[in-house]
Each structure stands twice: as structure tokens, then as C-alpha cells.
């Protein structure tokens, strides 16, 4: 199904226009023939036809102004006569086309946690005790807008087994009325279905973190991608992979981005924990090199001045005394030795 755009139907105006005029003169021309039938005998004819055809008038004149359609900036509506697609009309306007026509729109009703939807309309009926109750009349226009979906977190397992939340917000738009609506049973649903879907079999491709000997990219060398460290590239493939399964519903994916990652409650403690003693580790390995170099160079100016000579064993002892101040979590207590060195 290929969309097919009707020109030269922006004439609204006269249609209604001339419209009225029909049904004014249908009315004047029955009302004439009433008259003409009272008073003046031997036209029972003429005012016959008069008549007949001031109500044929009236009960046909407004027909013609059913097929009014006033369309917005970035609106659309898909019309179909007798359920042959006949067209669709964009942009804003006022336009008549066949008044036996009418919209079609399968997602009208569907609400998805998502901006951009042409609104319904309300109606207030108030009842005989005073009560107001509101009617909500889905539209059938289907909006051209820059829309974005936001689904439902989703808990995935990443490529090592560990489950992650994750959620993403997708921004799209139609760029085939005639294929939304007729490709597929409703094009609200199938986006968000196949936006899940795709997030899925992506997120299963990387870490949460950095790890060893993990190819994310397919091409069988280890890589340094995550789901943390490498959210545009995820977020890429991710719209990548839903372009590809809802070109046939007619909708182009502008943008996918990840809104929101954390590992999954149940082990979110645990990771803590995990990320905290490689933390320490970290620090603890950057202390320890720096002391190291610090005890180097002491050895090292000492010797050169000849400031004071120490044998291997006094060198080991300093070493020790240097590396426990300089390693230590909490300050050192300076002894002072007043006695011989040796």
C-alpha cells in the first residue's frame, strides 16, 4: 500500500457557500409554492412541483457539506469510499471531498506514554438532574508531528547474565499514512512492541560495565564496550534495529535514547559493594606505586649526598617504616630514637 495525496480539494469555502444557498433557496422556493397554493387557484400544479421540490432541496442541499474537512498544521486524515482507499489530505486547510467518504484511523483510541497525539474531543452533556457527563469522541486524524514514546522500564539480563533495568524514549513520526493505517492492525501498538523488542535483543549484546573478552560488535574481536560506557552507540543500534521493523508500518524512527540504566534491585547491592572494593583496589594500587617511587628517590638522594650510609638490613627497616607511614589509613605517631642508631 503506497500513500497517494489529493491534490486540489482545498475548496471548502464554496462548497460551503453554495451549500446554504441551496438549502435558502429550497426553503424559499417551498415556502413560495405554499403560498402560491392558498391563494391564487388553478396553479395546483405549478405549486405541487414547487413544493416537492423545495423539500427535495432541503433534504438534499446538506449533504454536500458532510464532507467538509478543516485539517490543522501537520494533520492527515486517510479517507476511503467503501472500503477502497481513495487518498489521504495533509496540511492545513478547509477542504470538501466526497461526502460518502470517511477516516480512517486504527490507533484513535490508543494511548501510549507518549506526546504529539491529535487530541479528542469532549463533549458535556448535562442531564436532566443537573449532572454533567463528559462523552470523549476519538479524532481520526492522524498527527504528522515529531512524536516521543516513552515505554515501561524493562528488567534485561545483560551479556553476562546480570539483570539491568533500562528504559529508552524513542522520537518518531509517519511518513506513510496509507501504510500506517493499512500495513499493520494498529501503528501505536506495533511501535511500542517492536521498540521493546528491539531494546531487548540489543541490551543482551553488552555488559553493564567494561569486561574482558566480550565482542558487542560481532566482528569476533574483544572490544571495551558497555552499557554504561557506551550509551550512544547502544542508543544508535537501538534505533537502527527498530527502523528496520516498523519501515513497512510507514514510521520513521528520528532519535532513540536511553533514559534511564541501573542494575536490577535484587542485585544492586551486591554490585555496590562490587564497585566499591574495585574502587579501593584502585586507590590502594596508586598509593602503593606512589609510595614506592617516594622510598626510591629517598634511597636514591641519600646514597648520592653520602648523608648517612646504611647497610641492606637498616635500608629493609627504612623501606618498611617508609611504606607503612606512607600506605597507612590513619597518620603515623613519630617515635624519636635518642639512642645510637646501632
Do not use: H
Not at 4 to 20: F, H, R
Not at 56 to 65: D, F, Q, R
Not at 143 to 163: A, E, F, H, V, Y
Not at 319 to 340: E, F, R, T, Y
Request: charged share 20%; net charge negative.
Amino acid at each position: 500500500m503506497t500513500e497517494k495525496l489529493l491534490e486540489n480539494k482545498k475548496n471548502g469555502m464554496p462548497v460551503l457557500l453554495l451549500g446554504i444557498l441551496a438549502l435558502l433557496l429550497s426553503l424559499a422556493l417551498m415556502i413560495s409554492g405554499i403560498i402560491m397554493s392558498e391563494e391564487m387557484r388553478g396553479v395546483e400544479v405549478i405549486s405541487t412541483i414547487m413544493i416537492v421540490v423545495g423539500i427535495l432541496g432541503l433534504m438534499t442541499a446538506w449533504i454536500p457539506l458532510i464532507g467538509l474537512k478543516v485539517l490543522k498544521p501537520q494533520e492527515a486524515l486517510v479517507l476511503t469510499l467503501f472500503g477502497k482507499y481513495i487518498g489521504t489530505i495533509k496540511g492545513e486547510g478547509f477542504y470538501a471531498v466526497n461526502p460518502f467518504c470517511s477516516a480512517v484511523n486504527p490507533a484513535a483510541n490508543t494511548k501510549l506514554n507518549q506526546s504529539g497525539d491529535v487530541n479528542t474531543i469532549e463533549t458535556a452533556i448535562t442531564g436532566a438532574n443537573g449532572t454533567a457527563t463528559q462523552i470523549t469522541i476519538p479524532s481520526n486524524k492522524i498527527s504528522l508531528k515529531i512524536m516521543t514514546l516513552s515505554n515501561n522500564r524493562q528488567k534485561i539480563n545483560d551479556c553476562l547474565g546480570n539483570p539491568v533495568e533500562i528504559g529508552i524514549a524513542v522520537t518518531w513520526r509517519i511518513v506513510d499514512t496509507a501504510k500506517a493505517v493499512f500495513n499493520v492492525d494498529n501503528y501505536k501498538e506495533f511501535l511500542s512492541l517492536q521498540c521493546d523488542a528491539s531494546l531487548r535483543n540489543i541490551v543482551r549484546l553488552y555488559p553493564y560495565d567494561v569486561a574482558p573478552g566480550i565482542d558487542t560488535t560481532g566482528d569476533g574481536l574483544a572490544d571495551d564496550g558497555s552499557l554504561r560506557g557506551s550509551s550512544e552507540v547502544v542508543a544508535n543500534r537501538i534505533k537502527e534495529e527498530i527502523q528496520e521493523r516498523v519501515v513497512e508500518a510507514g514510521i520513521e524512527i528520528i532519535e532513540a535514547r536511553i533514559t534511564y540504566l541501573a542494575y536490577a534491585t535484587e542485585i544492586a547491592a551486591v554490585m555496590l559493594q562490587r564497585q566499591q572494593a574495585s574502587a579501593i583496589i584502585d586507590a590502594r594500587k596508586m598509593i602503593v606505586d606512589g609510595a614506592v617511587g617516594m622510598v626510591e628517590m629517598a634511597l636514591e638522594r641519600l646514597s648520592q649526598n653520602d648523608t648517612v650510609k646504611l647497610d641492606e638490613e637498616r635500608k629493609a627497616a627504612m623501606v618498611s617504616n617508609l611504606l607503612v607511614v606512607l600506605c597507612g589509613n590513619k597518620d603515623a605517631q613519630p617515635i624519636v630514637n635518642s639512642g645510637s642508631l646501632y
